[in-house]
């Protein structure tokens, strides 16, 4: 599919016997993540219980087209959602009416963004959602201390400018070990990317995005959100704190809130991976069932 004039791949999942278009998840995933994260076993499980879905990349990332590579651009990647909606909506095997996004951590704050801007999205799912970058952004920058902070300031106003004459980004480590130099240094950031990315994972991002990560607030948009919302946040989340996510989903009144027990990264391992697969579908059965 193409978005921006760059294609974005995808996998199309389908259930088996389909004799009328069912319903259908797109899924995209978190900070720096492929669809070879560990969204697959998802999405096999989603389409087992008779639901279509799209997985894919976005714009930069994993097999999908677009230059500069590793760099998170909210809006291509809102774009790119929008785009895999489309997609979904025009398959044969698809209701476009029951068209679904469902988001991991930075992936769930777009899914309830491109959600509140197109009326047609029938419900989100959210796991441990990035909804509040300020909390975020301060999270990560406690764990810098000053040094590192002034230093992961300072590449990324180097590559900002530089952006502005065309030059190849400046990177910097999505994830590393506490007292490195990398975005997300949490005890289980780095440990818990390993465990579900590919091999040849690319760990690197154009590091302008820390000058922006704290201007994204999609839980704003949870005020006055009418459509039904699965809000899966973690109690001991450390990339993305609980607390302004779930104040803000206790005041949207169609939002359904699961607590979970897990790191960030853990949402793709047993047992937080069948909790979340269980709640899904659980939710899914309730508003919009396969059959």
């Not at 760099?71 to 809102?78: A, N, Y």
């Not at 992961?152 to 990177?171: M, N």
């Not at 959100?225 to 009144?253: H, M, W, Y």
Request: hydrophobic share 45%; with cysteine; aromatic share 10%.
């Amino acid at each position: 599919m193409l978005s921006g004039g760059d294609v974005c791949r995808a996998w199309f999942f389908v259930p088996e016997d389909v004799d009328a278009p069912v319903p259908c998840l797109v899924m995209g995933h978190g900070f720096g993540l492929t669809r070879r994260c560990g969204l697959r076993e998802f999405a096999e499980t989603f389409a087992s219980a008779g639901y279509a879905v799209v997985v894919f990349d976005y714009r930069g990332f994993g097999d999908s087209g677009g230059i500069p590579r590793q760099l998170v651009s909210f809006r291509k990647q809102l774009e790119d959602w929008g785009t895999a909606i489309d997609f979904a909506r025009a398959q044969p095997q698809v209701d476009p009416n029951r068209v679904i996004t469902w988001g991991f951590s930075l992936g769930a704050g777009h899914a309830l963004t491109v959600a509140a801007t197109d009326g047609g999205v029938a419900a989100v799912v959210a796991v441990a959602p990035m909804f509040d970058g300020l909390s975020s952004t301060l999270a990560a920058a406690r764990r810098w201390g000053i040094f590192r902070f002034f230093r992961v300031v300072a590449r990324a106003a180097k590559d900002w400018i530089g952006s502005w004459f065309g030059r190849p980004p400046i990177t910097i480590p999505i994830t590393a070990n506490p007292g490195e130099l990398g975005l997300l240094t949490s005890p289980d950031a780095y440990p818990g990317y390993r465990a579900i990315v590919p091999r040849d994972f690319n760990y690197e991002t154009a590091a302008r995005v820390a000058l922006l990560f704290w201007t994204y607030l999609p839980g704003l948009l949870l005020r006055r959100f009418r459509r039904a919302i699965l809000v899966l946040p973690s109690k001991i989340d450390k990339v993305n704190p609980p607390g302004p996510t779930i104040r803000r989903a206790q005041r949207c009144e169609s939002a359904t809130i699961v607590e979970l027990d897990c790191e960030h990264m853990e949402i793709a391992l047993d047992p937080h991976r069948s909790r979340i697969t269980q709640s899904t579908l659980d939710f899914l059965g309730q508003h919009l069932p396969s059959r």
